[in-house]
């Protein structure tokens, strides 16, 4: 049973370029969420992904945005990057768009901006 | 505004001592979830409470779900090497236009010297 698949691994970038960060959902679960992990801090919600629309999101600009597939895969673009968007993004995947169930994770993106 | 909050930030404790992470949130959880991280790693998920004064055992860990379902705490008795990494507690935070979001306390870093 394939869990949540996330690539790539690590990115280089540099300050006002764009990225695109890929995940695929765990076998069965419809529903994608995205967090950013600064280090030694808990990871920070970007938005959720279901039915192919942004359901829901959290307190980042309009630089970050995201789409979903039709087979639940999602992507996640940074534009315009920062040094501050330097982190780990974790790409989730539930069975709902409700947080009533335990979220599956990838292994994350370690994003540096240089 | 809404959040999860945990304490302490560090705990060092010599191998076969015990353990105890708290968790607090500012409003009344429908659930509350408990994730580790070890070094390097993603999130993982370790179980869900949900019913009012819960408790829940996995071998040597007790998680337990405070009565007005507000705070909760993860105890790990007579700690190995291998319970080493960062311990989150997760709850659904209401984002409005009824939706809740799943909101990571900032973790526990837990160190276990042999």
């Known amino acids: 049973d394939a869990g949540v698949t996330q690539s790539p691994t690590h990115l280089i970038k540099t300050r006002g370029q764009q990225v695109t960060l890929r995940c695929s959902p765990k076998?069965?679960?419809?529903?994608v969420s995205w967090y950013q992990q600064a280090l030694g801090q808990g990871p920070q919600f970007i938005f959720q992904?279901?039915?192919?629309?942004?359901?829901q999101r959290g307190n980042f600009p309009d630089r970050f945005s995201g789409h979903q597939f039709p087979n639940y895969s999602s992507e996640l673009n940074v534009n315009a990057l920062l040094l501050g968007d330097s982190a780990l993004y974790l790409c989730?995947?539930?069975?709902?768009?409700?947080?009533?169930?335990?979220?599956?994770f990838g292994s994350g993106t370690r994003l540096t901006v240089v | 505004g809404q959040q999860v909050m945990q304490i302490p930030q560090y705990q060092h404790v010599q191998e076969g001592e015990d353990f105890t992470t708290y968790c607090n949130s500012s409003t009344t959880l429908s659930n509350i979830q408990w994730y580790k991280q070890r070094p390097g790693g993603h999130p993982v998920f370790l179980i869900q409470?949900?019913?009012?004064?819960e408790v829940k055992k996995q071998k040597r860990l007790t998680f337990q779900f405070g009565e007005a379902k507000k705070n909760s705490s993860l105890h790990i008795t007579a700690t190995q090497t291998t319970d080493v990494g960062t311990y989150f507690c997760?709850?659904?935070?209401?984002?409005?236009?009824?939706?809740?979001?799943?909101?990571f306390g900032k973790g526990t870093k837990l160190s276990v010297i042999p």
């Open positions: 997760a709850g659904p935070l209401y984002s409005g236009a009824g939706s809740y979001q799943l909101t």
């Open positions: 076998s069965g679960h419809d529903t």
């Open positions: 989730a995947s539930s069975l709902a768009p409700v947080p009533n169930y335990g979220y599956t």
């Open positions: 992904y279901y039915e192919e629309e942004e359901r």
């Open positions: 409470l949900v019913k009012s004064g």
